[in-house]
């Protein structure tokens, strides 16, 4: 139960259309991709300034209030999920963009603005901002902040923190900092001591609000080359991806999915099978065209015996094909089944073998579990799903695959990776955390929250248990 005086001076203090109690839309707001938490927020509010969220967030720091901060809801961890009774405060209310700064080459937005819209705003003028997933369409900024977004192109552009050159942040108490720079902080150089804006860039909301950003743009790129390619088997894959990197091609997205990953993709959605003979292994690859010469290539790799087939995309209609086969992926597998997530990165000199000890580890103690293996393996990213059998219940699939996660992060551990990659911690692996951070650096991150968020009210539970 919200304390009475504070449900009081939401309805005094605030506009009228601030809160709902909607119960369908606090089902909406109060939850993510992940399926395994039920969500029960309290109530939600939409602000729609920095302003707002500020007075809000003072309001929840005086009487205790525990708020999950929402964006796009996109994540896979839990992160934005409002399990317990908090109060969701979205940002999708505030989507302003200002005018890009073309001399700059950075762009204002609010933390609510969609990922696409930016691309889409800066596009007439030939800029991008780089970053990019299949998600596009519905995540936010704010939320690829949070979380330090990765996707399709990191590969060649780098993770979401190295485009973001300045934030406005609302910490847990409501004060505002504009970080990276007075007034916008559009600067490529600001050597002034310890970079908070880097700390607040993936910490999943737990230390403070992101509700503006200025981020840094690039040259879109020229014309594109998309290729798809059927190969043998993983060791192909990652074969393929040395020859190709040895080339004098500029590589814009290099990524792969297995026939199961295929197959449930096809059930969902009405695409064409790409090729005549089917194959295990499949590889999308995009390079920027430049001076490349396509025949040529192809050829190269045909004769070289590291593909079975392969197609090139003769049209943009063609690319989004061929991009479709892969990004529609994630989505087709929750639309066919209950997929448990696991979203991994390794060094990617080290992929072959981990993924020989994942296959032996899989078979040895899950036989007849299907596992959909795809990911962006040019930059070491796996994301590993395991399909609930039908026969099998969802509170015992569910031990199976916590059993199953504790034998595989014990691999990533060995093999020097990472047990999330892209998603975050949020609920889900706060028990798998130890596999990558130290005991030393989990105490360190609890005393920043100790600092920034004294009474835990902000994303309570995400990361690591209370303070």
Same mark, same amino acid.
């Given at each position: 139960?919200?304390?009475?005086?504070?449900?009081?001076?939401?309805?005094?203090?605030?506009?009228?259309?601030?809160?709902?109690?909607? #119960?369908?839309?606090?089902?909406?707001?109060?939850?993510?991709?992940?399926?395994?938490?039920?969500?029960?927020?309290?109530?939600?509010?939409?602000?729609?300034?920095?302003? *707002?969220?500020?007075?809000?967030?003072?309001?929840?720091?005086?009487?205790?209030?525990?708020?999950?901060?929402?964006?796009?809801?996109?994540?896979?961890?839990?992160?934005?999920?409002?399990?317990?009774?908090?109060?969701?405060?979205?940002?999708?209310?505030?989507?302003?963009?200002? #005018?890009?700064?073309?001399?700059?080459?950075?762009?204002?937005?609010?933390?609510?603005?969609?990922?696409?819209?930016?691309?889409?705003?800066?596009? #007439?003028?030939?800029?991008?901002?780089?970053?990019?997933?299949?998600?596009?369409?519905?995540?936010?900024?704010?939320?690829?902040?949070?979380?330090?977004?990765?996707?399709?192109?990191?590969?060649?552009?780098?993770? =979401?923190?190295?485009?973001?050159?300045?934030?406005?942040?609302?910490?847990?108490?409501?004060?505002?900092?504009?970080?990276?720079?007075?007034?916008?902080?559009?600067?490529?150089?600001?050597? =002034?001591?310890?970079?908070?804006?880097?700390?607040?860039?993936?910490?999943?909301?737990?230390?403070?609000?992101?509700?503006?950003?200025?981020?840094?743009?690039?040259?879109?790129?020229?014309?594109?080359?998309?290729?798809?390619?059927?190969?043998?088997?993983?060791?192909?894959?990652?074969?393929?991806? +040395?020859?190709?990197?040895?080339?004098?091609?500029?590589?814009?997205?290099?990524?792969?999915?297995?026939?199961?990953?295929?197959?449930?993709?096809?059930?969902?959605?009405?695409?064409?099978?790409?090729?005549?003979?089917?194959? =295990?292994?499949?590889?999308?690859?995009?390079?920027? +065209?430049?001076?490349?010469?396509?025949?040529?290539?192809?050829?190269?790799?045909?004769?070289?015996?590291?593909?079975?087939?392969?197609?090139?995309?003769?049209?943009?209609?063609?690319?989004?094909?061929?991009?479709?086969? +892969?990004?529609?992926?994630?989505?087709?597998?929750?639309?066919?089944?209950?997929?448990?997530?696991?979203?991994i990165a390794l060094p990617v000199g080290?992929?072959?073998?981990?993924?020989? *000890?994942?296959?032996?580890?899989?078979?040895?103690?899950? #036989?007849?579990?299907?596992?959909?293996?795809?990911?962006?393996?040019?930059?070491?990213?796996?994301?590993?799903?395991?399909?609930?059998?039908?026969?099998?219940?969802?509170?015992?699939?569910?031990? *199976? =695959?916590?059993?199953?996660?504790?034998?595989?992060?014990?691999?990533?551990?060995?093999?020097?990776?990472?047990?999330?990659?892209?998603?975050?911690?949020?609920?889900?692996?706060?028990?798998?955390?130890?596999?990558?951070?130290?005991?030393?650096?989990?105490e360190i991150m609890r005393q920043l929250k100790r600092v920034?968020?004294?009474?835990?009210?902000?994303?309570?539970?995400?990361?690591?248990?209370?303070?």
């Amino acid at each position: 139960m919200l304390p009475e005086a504070f449900t009081a001076a939401l309805k005094r203090d605030f506009p009228r259309d601030f809160a709902t109690y909607d #119960p369908k839309e606090l089902l909406e707001l109060g939850k993510d991709w992940t399926k395994v938490y039920a969500p029960a927020p309290s109530l939600a509010v939409l602000p729609r300034s920095t302003a *707002e969220v500020s007075r809000f967030l003072a309001l929840c720091h005086a009487h205790g209030v525990a708020v999950v901060p929402s964006g796009g809801r996109t994540g896979l961890a839990g992160g934005a999920v409002a399990a317990n009774g908090e109060v969701v405060l979205s940002l999708s209310r505030m989507r302003r963009m200002e #005018p890009v700064d073309v001399l700059g080459g950075t762009v204002r937005v609010e933390a609510g603005a969609v990922t696409q819209a930016v691309h889409e705003h800066c596009a #007439p003028l030939g800029l991008t901002w780089p970053v990019d997933f299949a998600s596009k369409g519905s995540s936010q900024v704010g939320g690829n902040i949070a979380t330090n977004a990765g996707g399709v192109k990191v590969i060649r552009y780098g993770l =979401t923190r190295q485009w973001v050159l300045g934030l406005q942040v609302v910490l847990a108490d409501g004060r505002v900092l504009e970080l990276g720079g007075a007034g916008g902080g559009a600067l490529e150089k600001n050597n =002034t001591g310890i970079d908070l804006r880097q700390l607040f860039i993936g910490s999943e909301g737990i230390l403070g609000v992101v509700t503006e950003a200025t981020l840094k743009l690039v040259r879109a790129p020229d014309e594109l080359d998309v290729f798809l390619f059927a190969v043998r088997d993983l060791a192909a894959v990652l074969a393929l991806f +040395r020859a190709v990197r040895q080339k004098d091609v500029t590589i814009m997205a290099y990524e792969f999915f297995t026939d199961r990953c295929l197959d449930r993709l096809l059930r969902h959605r009405n695409l064409r099978q790409p090729f005549a003979a089917p194959a =295990t292994h499949y590889v999308l690859l995009e390079i920027e +065209r430049q001076a490349t010469d396509v025949d040529k290539f192809i050829h190269e790799i045909f004769e070289a015996a590291l593909v079975t087939d392969g197609v090139v995309a003769q049209s943009s209609q063609q690319a989004q094909e061929l991009w479709a086969l +892969r990004e529609g992926i994630s989505e087709s597998l929750s639309a066919t089944g209950l997929p448990h997530k696991n979203d991994i990165a390794l060094p990617v000199g080290g992929l072959e073998a981990f993924c020989g *000890e994942l296959d032996a580890l899989f078979a040895m103690r899950y #036989p007849g579990w299907e596992i959909c293996l795809f990911g962006h393996i040019g930059d070491g990213n796996l994301h590993v799903n395991v399909m609930k059998p039908d026969a099998m219940g969802k509170a015992e699939f569910l031990r *199976e =695959t916590k059993a199953a996660d504790g034998h595989m992060f014990a691999l990533v551990e060995k093999h020097k990776g990472s047990v999330s990659a892209e998603h975050g911690i949020g609920l889900l692996k706060k028990d798998a955390l130890k596999y990558t951070r130290s005991a030393e650096q989990i105490e360190i991150m609890r005393q920043l929250k100790r600092v920034l968020d004294p009474k835990g009210i902000l994303n309570p539970g995400k990361i690591f248990d209370a303070v």
